[in-house]
T-cell receptor
Framework: AQKITQTQPGMFVQEKEAVTLDCTYD???????LFWYKQPSSGEMIFLIY??????QNATEGRYSLNFQKARKSANLVISASQLGDSAMYFC???????????FGKGTMLLVSP | DGGITQSPKYLFRKEGQNVTLSCEQN?????MYWYRQDPGQGLRLIYY???????QKGDIAEGYSVSREKKESFPLTVTSAQKNPTAFYLC???????????FGPGTRLLVL
């Protein structure tokens, strides 16, 4: 069974600094996908970034990048130049072997201060 | 604007009553999903549907039922058999199974 682990219950960063949110995963499959979502206090889940297991380069989307280390089974989210609006819960998720559904981690709460 | 709508945003019900949560999408997505989120927890999959008139149980389907009669609609019924229904419910859709999922705003259900 797949498992996603986010070991940081909460992170605190000052505005304009970079922050890394950790995600490790456990799977025996060679082909898989990893996703990061943001959940602000309103509750809606917002897709941020995707990394495929066979992608040769780390994914980037604007201020978001994914530090993908396949051998270590980690897919950490890096947010550069944090903004106050980045304060939210962040969830890492993995696509299951049947390519149908996602397994989510428990999330990390990020607080950005002025 | 294309998107996913869930209604209502807040829902209150008495214990023992069935309640149906609405989820509609106009993204022309084939796959739709229902998740449950409890405080301080990640999302857990209740049901998913890859195509009209077909759906599969997720990890926590007991006490829930769904239908998929139309491509754009995937309502979730929380039955009286669900022991602890108070939670935040999120609906999502994707172009196809395994593709990136996009979420609606969610419904907070409180059973008194």
């Amino acid at each position: 069974a797949q498992k996603i682990t986010q070991t940081q219950p909460g992170m605190f960063v000052q505005e304009k600094e970079a922050v890394t949110l950790d995600c490790t995963y456990d799977t025996s499959d060679q082909s898989y996908g990893l996703f990061w979502y943001k959940q602000p206090s309103s509750g809606e889940m917002i897709f941020l970034i995707y990394q495929g297991s066979y992608d040769e380069q780390n994914a980037t989307e604007g201020r978001y990048s994914l530090n993908f280390q396949k051998a270590r089974k980690s897919a950490n989210l890096v947010i550069s130049a944090s903004q106050l609006g980045d304060s939210a819960m962040y969830f890492c998720a993995m696509r299951d072997p049947g390519y149908s559904t996602l397994t989510f981690g428990k999330g990390t709460m990020l607080l950005v201060s002025p | 604007d294309g998107g996913i709508t869930q209604s209502p945003k807040y829902l209150f019900r008495k214990e023992g009553q069935n309640v149906t949560l609405s989820c509609e999408q106009n993204l022309n997505h084939d796959a739709m999903y229902w998740y449950r989120q409890d405080p301080g927890q990640g999302l857990r999959l209740i049901y998913y549907s890859q195509i009209v008139n077909d759906f599969q149980k997720g990890d926590i389907a007991e006490g829930y039922s769904v239908s998929r009669e139309k491509k754009e609609s995937f309502p979730l019924t929380v039955t009286s058999a669900q022991k602890n229904p108070t939670a935040f419910y999120l609906c999502a859709s994707s172009i196809g199974a395994g593709e990136t999922q996009y979420f609606g705003p969610g419904t907070r259900l409180l059973v008194l």
